[in-house]
């Protein structure tokens, strides 16, 4: 053992990906040759510095008993040893590379382990010692000989340790930097999260065992045949039993078969054996090509629906259990995602056999972001610098070598924002060179010099289309290619907007073959103060707050109303209105498989009540093909009211992903119109002591404020334009773009000024005159509440005129009012979930019922939220409200200015009053949390605007 010096600790800042490891290979789980997982309780001792311990913990003897302990997989900072940093881009630490910080949380971990009983003789065969994912650097001893060091952290590292192993007492140190060269190449947009975060295993190698190798299996969509050939660095045989294949490793073969696409993830069960070791294989025959200019699968163009994964556990962080992965692929299937990109590095091994196995596209992204140098005009970017192209390299092998047997996986990535440079250029050319049978992606690149596809982020509708017309130029290269979207529909808080009309363009135009939602979960932490903890909720001098949760789900896996809207935007079955009275268009939107797994029903209801249902006949369709198809003859018996078609396409019968009876895809056709409400101004305000009373309604004298409706108190009715500004209202800093959150909050909407101007008891109206402004500005609103009633109940018209120059749309426009007692609640509109002028595709016109509680969207960073458009008629805390025109409803326990406050949901306490919200309109939503604002449609633009409700009681129990 030596004692620390400078050199010791030389390769945290050395560029090279490391020493001693194994040459990368496919990663499989032998059928026959034992393992020893490593997984457990490790001793656990943490340093601030890399060099403040000596090696002397790697020696067998060592006494670590008065050591903390971790979990291994796992991160030390969310064990309660330090905390973790969440920076977007920025680098946590000066930017100097190679150098990283004296301060360098350096985690020494120990594990003594024997050998299980029936381990075979250590004369036979070797063994070796594999790491899945250690975050960023570490160095490894077993029994006190050093045995290596490496970087890259979501990419395994093997050793050979036969030659080391005792049966009894053996000692495993690892020595794990939290910083080290090797950051420079991983700076994702995610938290800094130190630790063995991935599965440590022993394998035993049987003399004459399997090492490396590639299952080449294509399919040609011409003949319906596959090729099957298996090259092993260990001479063996391959045989597929139910294909009556048996061919020598190197061997090609060619039968016919099924292929595999993520629709019909059609897989064969194999074996590879050498003279040492079985390996099970699940082959799945496809061909990926580029033709045409655009990205084929067997022969067909695919239109990737896909999402961003980065790993994600509340409380483990990126330590993911298997279970949670195969969640994550239940999740994405049953809302009809059909393809992921693993961003930003390569996911663990386990979630790629449920891609294969359950049917997911799959871009698989290099361990690879330099995006900190952007801050230095890209100076000293690691990829633009040949000293550190062997890392590069390595990764890039380090991916390939170890993923290349899946099927799902169609595309590989470099990476993400690492500008450009020679690293990725030599990247690609390994890459191909190495694999030929997929596609090459890298985002970066936009002159696509090293790629197959032309690939971009946050694009607005207006340029995708343009790209979808081939008008936007670019390099020769670059215009032959398809395009995808790697990044869109930022999903920070409420949102994504403008969903639909992406899809439409993506459905429009052959070259646009997809996209990618950004992202697919919020990175909360579980916090016991806090709820879920974002960036700079532990201190940390540098941060970018809650930039890290942007996800369709929250941090415990609870699906978001964007993933709901994005299930329903991308459903694999058009079914929509556009054939006509009676009938209805079923379009197969699929790429691969026809119709024969869903069955079709449809209900008619009226005012939202079902009256009957049935089911749909609908002819066979082959992907691409619409039919139009005839509805019954409106149910004889029907009362009057408005109707609904509603047409559902439901899983015929169980998959591996979700039940019979799941709802793939849905559309509602019209069949009767709404008759909108109407009271007949016949009675007439009767002036009291100090109030002034109309029909139910009890009005202030003095300022025409209603004060109840019939037993039913109301507090502060008046008009309301302000939100609480969403993520995607504030914008990301760097947006030059107009940010309504901030010109709204400048200009004051949130503290608008109401002036009483007139209140006029009439003939058969209540007439109240206003003006709504900020202080400090000259733009307002003039706006009238007049009141009348039928004698039962009692309606209000609002009319609002703009003064002034207002040159930004308003947040939302309506009246908020108050209760003291509302839970339940149930209307008739759209449902059952939140829904906003550019998120409104999921929401379905029925009768829906909820409670004030569970109206609320539990958006980490707490935000506007919770709206039920196109609602008919509402009841709640007494009170039922019907709408001319329709409305959208908002209730919650809390005032619009304590929800804009709060910065976690824990500072939301819910108040004796029930704060009601009645809009006429909202703003849209837009993803300008890193993309575009809502389209222009979606804008509720200051004119002048009248809307009416009508208020009446009802039995219904008020909180109950
Ligand atoms: C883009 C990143 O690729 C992704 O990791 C994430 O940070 C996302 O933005 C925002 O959440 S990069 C950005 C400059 C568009």
């Not at 350096?106 to 994912?133: C, I, K, N, Q």
């Not at 079709?600 to 369709?621: H, I, M, Q, R």
């Not at 504030?730 to 010109?743: C, F, I, P, S, V």
């Not at 329709?886 to 910065?903: G, I, K, P």
Request: net charge negative; aromatic share 8%; with cysteine.
């Amino acid at each position: 053992m030596s004692f620390r010096t400078t050199t010791e600790t030389a390769y945290v800042e050395d560029v090279s990906p490391g020493s001693g490891a194994l040459p990368p290979r496919a990663w499989y789980a032998s059928s026959d040759a034992r393992t020893l997982s490593l997984n457990g309780s490790w001793r656990f001792r943490l340093a601030q510095t890399a060099d403040a311990e000596d090696d002397s913990f790697a020696a067998e003897g060592y006494d670590a008993g008065d050591w903390a302990e971790v979990s291994v997989p796992g991160h030390w900072v969310l064990q309660g040893h330090g905390s973790p940093i969440y920076t977007n881009h920025l680098y946590p630490f000066p930017v100097d590379p190679p150098h990283v910080p004296t301060e360098n949380p350096t985690g020494d971990h120990l594990r003594v382990f024997d050998l299980p009983a029936d381990w075979p003789d250590l004369a036979e065969g070797d063994a070796s010692l594999r790491f899945d994912g250690v975050e960023s650097c570490a160095r490894v001893w077993l029994n006190g000989t050093e045995i290596g060091e490496f970087k890259g952290s979501r990419l395994p590292h093997e050793f050979a340790v036969g030659h080391l192993l005792k049966t009894a007492d053996n000692v495993l140190a690892v020595r794990v930097h939290q910083w080290s060269a090797g950051s420079y190449l991983e700076d994702q947009d995610q938290w800094w999260l130190p630790g063995v975060f991935r599965d440590v295993t022993l394998l035993h190698r049987p003399a004459g065992a399997a090492a490396d190798f590639f299952v080449h299996a294509s399919y040609d969509h011409l003949a319906g045949t596959g090729t099957l050939k298996v090259d092993s660095d260990v001479d063996g045989r391959v045989t597929v039993a139910e294909l009556g294949i048996d061919i020598a490793t190197g061997e090609s073969v060619t039968v016919p078969v099924e292929p595999w696409s993520a629709e019909v993830p059609r897989l064969y069960t194999g074996e590879l054996v050498t003279e040492g070791e079985r390996v099970p294989l699940r082959i799945g025959f496809r061909t990926v090509e580029l033709s045409d200019g655009l990205i084929k699968v067997n022969g067909r163009p695919v239109l990737f629906k896909g999402v961003n994964r980065h790993e994600w556990h509340p409380e483990k962080g990126r330590a993911l259990d298997l279970e949670t992965m195969r969640e994550d692929v239940l999740l994405m299937k049953r809302h009809n995602v059909n393809a992921v990109r693993t961003s930003h590095y390569p996911p663990h091994p386990a979630f790629l056999d449920l891609c294969d196995e359950l049917g997911l596209w799959v871009i698989d992204e290099c361990d690879l972001e330099t995006h900190g140098f952007t801050e230095q005009g890209w100076r000293d970017n690691p990829v633009d610098d040949d000293r550190w192209t062997p890392a590069l390299l390595d990764r890039a092998s380090r991916m390939v070598e170890r993923d290349k047997n899946h099927p799902s996986i169609v595309i590989w990535s470099l990476g993400n924002e690492a500008g450009t440079g020679r690293g990725l250029t030599a990247m690609a050319e390994w890459i191909t060179g190495r694999d030929s049978s997929r596609l090459l992606h890298y985002e970066g690149d936009i002159d696509c010099r090293d790629t197959d596809m032309y690939s971009r982020m946050y694009a607005s509708h207006a340029e995708v289309e343009r790209i979808g017309q081939d008008l936007d130029g670019g390099t020769h290269k670059r215009r032959g290619l398809p395009f995808i979207l790697c990044e869109y529909a930022h999903a920070m808080g409420n949102g994504p907007g403008g969903l639909a009309d992406y899809q439409r363009l993506f459905e429009s135009y052959d070259r646009l073959q997809g996209a990618f939602v950004w992202e697919w979960i919020d990175h909360g932490i579980t916090h016991p103060e806090l709820g879920y903890a974002y960036g700079g909720d532990f201190g940390e001098e540098l941060h970018d707050g809650n930039f890290v949760c942007d996800g369709l789900l929250f941090p415990d896996r609870r699906p978001s109303p964007g993933l709901v809207e994005y299930k329903k935007v991308i459903e694999p079955v058009g079914i929509d209105a556009t054939a006509g009275d009676g009938m209805v268009r079923i379009t197969n939107k699929q790429d691969f498989a026809g119709l024969s797994a869903l069955a079709f029903s449809w209900s008619y209801d009226v005012e939202g009540e079902p009256v009957e249902s049935g089911t749909l006949a609908v002819p066979a369709l082959a992907p691409g093909e619409s039919a139009d198809v005839k509805l019954p003859a409106p149910p004889a018996a029907a009362p009057a009211g408005e109707a609904h078609w509603t047409v559902r396409a439901v899983l015929a019968a169980d998959t591996p992903w979700a039940p019979k009876d799941h709802v793939v895809a849905w559309g509602q056709v019209q069949a009767a119109q709404r008759q909108v409400p109407s009271a007949a101004p016949t009675a007439r305000p009767v002036p009291g002591d100090g109030v002034i009373t109309l029909g139910p309604g009890t009005f202030d004298a003095r300022t025409g404020a209603l004060t109840a409706i019939g037993d039913v108190p109301v507090t502060g009715l008046r008009l309301d334009v302000w939100r609480a500004t969403t993520d995607n209202d504030d914008g990301a800093a760097w947006q030059d773009d107009t940010r309504y959150g901030l010109l709204w909050r400048t200009l004051g909407l949130h503290r608008m000024r109401h002036r009483l101007d007139a209140v006029e008891a009439g003939e058969n109206a209540l007439t109240v005159r206003t003006r709504v402004a900020p202080a400090a500005r000259e733009v307002g609103l003039s706006t009238v509440y007049r009141w009348t009633s039928d004698g039962d109940s009692l309606r209000l018209t609002v009319c609002t005129t703009p003064e002034g120059e207002w040159t930004v749309p308003l947040p939302r426009l309506g009246i908020r009012f108050g209760l003291s007692a509302a839970d339940r609640v149930r209307w008739f509109g759209g449902g059952p979930g939140e829904a906003y002028a550019d998120t409104r595709m999921a929401s379905a016109v029925g009768r829906w019922q909820s409670t004030v509680d569970d109206m609320q969207t539990p958006y980490v960073r707490p935000q506007e939220n919770g709206a039920r458009i196109d609602v008919r008629w509402a009841e709640l805390g007494g009170l039922r409200i019907e709408g001319d025109p329709v409305f959208s409803l908002t209730a919650r326990r809390w005032t619009t200015e304590q929800l804009d406050a709060a910065t976690h949901r824990t500072d939301l306490t819910p108040g004796d009053t029930v704060w009601v919200n009645l809009d006429h309109g909202q703003h849209g939503i837009g993803s300008q949390s890193c993309g575009p604002g809502p389209l222009p449609p979606y804008h509720l633009r200051a004119e002048p605007a009248e809307f009416s409700f009508v208020f009446s009681t009802v039995q219904d129990p008020r909180s109950s």
